[in-house]
């Protein structure tokens, strides 16, 4: 049967990248792509304790339906979280979602019509793309150095583009590059996104990863007139299964938000939510962020200072303060899509996410994204050196 889909089919498409990772599941392969955070930093048997008590004891209110904006409990708690580290909000500013990607389609869903503009860092998180295009938008984007978006000519484009409708941000350790926006340019932001009438929508997942540096302010904790939307989540804190994340916004656009998540999925597992709950409440939450942030440090430093040795010279990468990627940059001319199907699985046996993905408007093929999150010390540094090895063997291109 022919189905006849709406329109907006035809830009909802499988990723290149699915199908190229599928050899993934080969167990010889050691791979690098995915963001997945570290299982052995799941807190197993807290997280076993409170399901088991919670339905022992509350089954019959954990196991309801329940409000469909959260639970109230959880909402104070993240208020609170947000307020102890520097963005004053309230319980009714606080939405809780299926994770930070809900709230990138839940955004889209509210604000953009087919041909309205987004600004993106570019590269940027192939997730938000996958979550804005059935909402038809066009797309500009803004080069990312070192310090994040280079503001500067976010200003540049803002002058000459009819006016966009939603900037989107990962500020803290970013994905894919793994570099964190500067406070200058912070502010910098906000002026701009006043001045040219921008929603930001500012997606950090990463912010509690910071594992070296100093923690920079929030765009959100500086936005005085409602006009950042803040997504957080417990993915790569507590454990991504658990499907809770959260947005901070204005009252008026949670409220928005709130209408259009009861039509979605009408609410968040309340056992899910219930259990996060107890654990802000009962567990030693900053001891399990220590913990996590000092497997992460050590891991980063573990795969660059493998790269170092072990890459030809002209393979450059960032060195992140926090987070869970970096960034590789080849020779100009270099595939690394190409070189990923022809040498990288085949010959090493190695996998990581070609950059190209991650570019909404004009691809650029010399990248990749590479985790050093999942991967154990001995695989991390056997993995680095295989590629080390087929990239030195083959030329950097
Ligand atoms: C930048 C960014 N935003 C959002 C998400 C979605 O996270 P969640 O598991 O909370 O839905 C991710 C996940 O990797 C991400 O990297």
């Given at each position: 049967?022919?189905?006849?889909?709406?329109?907006?089919?035809?830009?909802?498409?499988?990723?290149?990248?699915?199908?190229?990772?599928?050899?993934g599941?080969?167990p010889?392969?050691?791979?690098?792509?995915?963001?997945?955070?570290d299982?052995?930093l799941?807190?197993?048997?807290?997280?076993?304790?409170?399901f088991?008590s919670?339905?022992?004891?509350?089954?019959r209110?954990?196991?309801?339906?329940?409000?469909s904006?959260?639970?109230p409990?959880l909402?104070?708690?993240?208020a609170?979280?947000?307020?102890?580290?520097?963005?004053?909000?309230?319980?009714?500013?606080?939405?809780?979602?299926q994770?930070?990607?809900?709230?990138?389609?839940?955004?889209?869903?509210?604000?953009?019509?087919?041909?309205?503009?987004i600004?993106?860092?570019?590269?940027?998180?192939?997730?938000?793309?996958?979550?804005f295009n059935p909402?038809?938008?066009?797309?500009k984007?803004?080069?990312?150095?070192?310090?994040?978006?280079?503001?500067d000519?976010?200003?540049?484009?803002?002058?000459?583009?009819?006016?966009?409708?939603?900037?989107?941000?990962t500020?803290?350790?970013?994905?894919?590059?793994?570099?964190?926006?500067?406070?200058?340019r912070?502010?910098?932001l906000?002026?701009?996104?006043?001045?040219?009438?921008?929603?930001?929508?500012?997606?950090?997942?990463y912010?509690?990863?910071?594992?070296?540096?100093?923690q920079?302010?929030s765009?959100?904790?500086m936005?005085?007139?409602?006009?950042?939307?803040?997504?957080?989540?417990?993915?790569?804190?507590?454990a991504?299964a658990?499907?809770?994340?959260?947005?901070?916004?204005?009252?008026?656009i949670?409220?928005?938000?709130?209408?259009?998540?009861?039509?979605?999925?009408?609410?968040?597992?309340?056992?899910?939510?219930?259990?996060?709950?107890t654990?802000?409440?009962?567990?030693?939450?900053?001891?399990?962020?220590?913990?996590?942030?000092n497997?992460?440090?050590?891991?980063?430093?573990?795969?660059?200072?493998?790269?170092?040795?072990?890459f030809?010279?002209?393979v450059?990468f960032?060195?992140p303060?926090?987070?869970l990627f970096?960034?590789?940059t080849?020779?100009?001319?270099?595939?690394?899509?190409?070189?990923?199907?022809e040498?990288?699985?085949p010959?090493?046996?190695v996998?990581?996410?070609?950059?190209?993905?991650?570019?909404?408007?004009v691809?650029?093929?010399?990248?990749?994204?590479?985790?050093?999150?999942?991967q154990?010390?001995?695989?991390l540094?056997?993995?680095?050196?295989?590629?080390?090895?087929?990239?030195?063997?083959?030329?950097?291109?």
């Amino acid at each position: 049967m022919e189905v006849n889909f709406a329109d907006r089919m035809k830009i909802v498409k499988p990723s290149a990248i699915r199908e190229l990772l599928q050899f993934g599941a080969n167990p010889e392969i050691i791979s690098f792509a995915g963001g997945y955070p570290d299982p052995n930093l799941f807190p197993v048997e807290q997280l076993r304790g409170i399901f088991q008590s919670a339905i022992s004891e509350n089954g019959r209110n954990v196991l309801q339906y329940t409000l469909s904006n959260g639970l109230p409990r959880l909402r104070e708690q993240l208020a609170e979280k947000m307020k102890r580290e520097g963005t004053a909000c309230t319980a009714d500013e606080v939405l809780i979602l299926q994770g930070a990607q809900q709230g990138l389609d839940l955004v889209a869903k509210m604000l953009i019509n087919a041909g309205d503009l987004i600004i993106t860092e570019n590269p940027t998180f192939l997730g938000a793309l996958i979550a804005f295009n059935p909402f038809e938008p066009r797309y500009k984007t803004v080069p990312i150095d070192e310090n994040g978006m280079v503001v500067d000519e976010l200003e540049e484009l803002l002058k000459t583009t009819p006016r966009a409708k939603l900037l989107y941000t990962t500020p803290d350790f970013h994905n894919p590059t793994g570099v964190t926006l500067s406070l200058e340019r912070r502010k910098k932001l906000l002026q701009l996104a006043t001045k040219y009438d921008l929603i930001i929508l500012e997606d950090s997942p990463y912010r509690d990863l910071r594992y070296q540096g100093e923690q920079v302010p929030s765009i959100k904790s500086m936005d005085t007139e409602g006009r950042v939307i803040y997504l957080g989540s417990f993915s790569k804190i507590l454990a991504p299964a658990l499907r809770i994340g959260w947005a901070v916004a204005s009252k008026k656009i949670v409220e928005s938000l709130g209408l259009l998540k009861l039509a979605a999925d009408t609410q968040t597992s309340t056992l899910n939510m219930f259990a996060v709950s107890t654990f802000l409440d009962k567990c030693d939450f900053d001891a399990l962020l220590l913990s996590i942030r000092n497997t992460y440090r050590h891991k980063k430093a573990l795969m660059l200072d493998t790269m170092r040795g072990e890459f030809p010279q002209e393979v450059a990468f960032t060195d992140p303060n926090g987070g869970l990627f970096t960034w590789l940059t080849f020779s100009p001319g270099f595939n690394a899509g190409e070189f990923l199907r022809e040498k990288a699985l085949p010959l090493a046996k190695v996998a990581y996410v070609p950059g190209a993905t991650f570019y909404p408007v004009v691809q650029e093929p010399n990248h990749a994204r590479m985790s050093y999150s999942l991967q154990s010390d001995e695989q991390l540094v056997e993995g680095i050196s295989r590629l080390g090895e087929v990239l030195r063997k083959t030329g950097s291109l």
